[in-house]
């Protein structure tokens, strides 16, 4: 294979940041007149690593909060499903019973009338 690099360390494709430009060629940080990398900016940077590394730490957590939430959402619509479903059982064994009680009350009406 022509592809420089190796499976652990690939070669970096694409235009390269400033920092590594100056850590090549060390002429360009003194004609530009800038003061060289101190203290500071690489704990800004070392930040900047550990953000960019937590990035999917993240996005996990935001996904199963997510996840959290739909299953929150279903479990309260499956309940209101399952309440109307008891409701319209409800109201069909009332009507039922109120059928069986009025076909009751004119067995003992037309027994009482004979």
Do not use: C, F
């Not at 690099?5 to 004609?31: E, F, K, M, S």
């Not at 990398?37 to 997510?66: C, D, F, W, Y």
Request: charged share 30%; glycine share 6%; net charge positive.
């Amino acid at each position: 294979m022509s592809t420089p690099g190796t499976i652990g360390r690939p070669a970096p494709y694409g235009p390269r940041r400033q920092h590594q430009l100056r850590a090549i060629d060390p002429n360009t940080t003194a004609a530009s007149g800038r003061r060289p990398v101190g203290p500071r900016q690489s704990r800004q940077e070392q930040n900047r690593t550990r953000k960019l590394q937590l990035i999917p730490e993240a996005l996990a957590r935001s996904h199963m909060e997510q996840r959290s939430r739909e299953a929150q959402s279903q479990w309260v619509a499956d309940g209101l499903a399952e309440a109307q479903r008891q409701a319209r059982r409800s109201a069909r064994l009332q009507r039922r019973a109120e059928r069986a009680s009025q076909r009751a009350r004119q067995a003992l009406a037309r027994a009482v009338m004979h």
